[in-house]
């Protein structure tokens, strides 16, 4: 293995960042050569990486896969890493597409390695999850907590069953501040994401995610008014109808309580009695 390149050399040869762009760089070595590790499973021929910033993660991808795609924001890092890695984007090893990662078209990857920008979490996780290719992804720790929750957990909602409708969710490694440059305010986390079916059918997949959203705005409450309340949400046309077909016990409990199958047998349920937009 060639030697490698300092990250912090490599920051201050990209130039200081943006602050529009949720710029914080991976720095600590040990953590950035054991992010790859968690993919060993997978098939890394091509991995996607979203936000490579000054390219120290970049670097570790090209060691273990036969080509990256990497998609970068800021025109000035893109530059940056075109420079830097001039040899693997010569030799079709390394490709930078300068752009927005919720909007440019991706190329057909095999996996996923990524420290994401966090402000967008959520839409760049489920722009990723429908692919059902598999991901290693660093995420806000929180996030990371809530992605991967189970049934009862404190963290367990929305965000939980909606990941876990497309992929098993493991948080692998949990990341200090002091890992990067500069700070961030909050910890991280290194979240594995292995697409699989989920144990349950479901034939309307956008009714049961609005459902599953719908009924998590009232998280304290019960199912049976969760369900009344958030007819707006759902679409549902009569949530009154679903009320009256639903088992009593089932609406007696709250949306915590439910696990993603007990979701997917509600949501049928109220596709079939409450007539949804
Ligand atoms: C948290 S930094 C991670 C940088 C690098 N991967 C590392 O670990 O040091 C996030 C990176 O994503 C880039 N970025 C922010 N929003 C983006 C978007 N919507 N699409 C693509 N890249 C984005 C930022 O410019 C930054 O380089």
Not at 9 to 23: H, M, T
Not at 57 to 71: F, P
Not at 117 to 137: I, N, Q
């Amino acid at each position: 293995m060639t030697e490698r390149r300092d990250p912090d050399a490599l920051i201050r040869r990209a130039g200081r960042g943006n602050p529009d762009f949720d710029q914080h760089f991976l720095v600590d070595d040990r953590v950035l050569d054991r992010i790859p590790t968690y993919a060993e499973s997978f098939d890394r021929s091509h991995v996607l990486e979203i936000g490579p910033g000054p390219g120290a993660l970049t670097e570790r991808l090209l060691d273990v896969a036969d080509r990256v795609t990497a998609v970068e924001r800021d025109p000035a890092l893109a530059a940056h890493l075109r420079e830097e890695f001039a040899d693997a984007v010569a030799d079709g090893t390394l490709t930078v597409v300068e752009g927005d990662a919720l909007d440019v078209e991706f190329p057909d990857y095999t996996c996923c390695i990524s420290n994401l920008p966090y402000s967008a979490s959520s839409e760049l996780a489920f722009r990723l999850l429908p692919d059902a290719k598999p991901t290693v992804l660093m995420f806000q720790r929180e996030f990371a907590e809530r992605m991967a929750a189970s049934v009862d957990d404190d963290a367990y909602g929305r965000l939980s069953v909606s990941a876990q409708h497309y992929a098993d969710v493991e948080v692998v490694e949990e990341i200090p501040k002091e890992a990067f440059d500069p700070q961030p305010r909050v910890r991280s986390a290194v979240v594995r994401t292995t697409p699989r079916d989920p144990d349950y059918e479901v034939d309307d997949e956008a009714f049961f995610l609005d459902f599953v959203k719908a009924l998590f705005t009232q998280r304290r409450k019960t199912v049976r008014n969760a369900i009344r309340n958030t007819a707006h949400i759902s679409g549902l046309d009569d949530p009154e109808a679903v009320v009256a077909a639903a088992d009593e016990d089932l609406l007696r409990k709250r949306p915590g309580n439910l696990a993603p199958a007990t979701f997917a047998e509600l949501a049928a349920l109220a596709a079939e009695h409450g007539d949804p937009a």
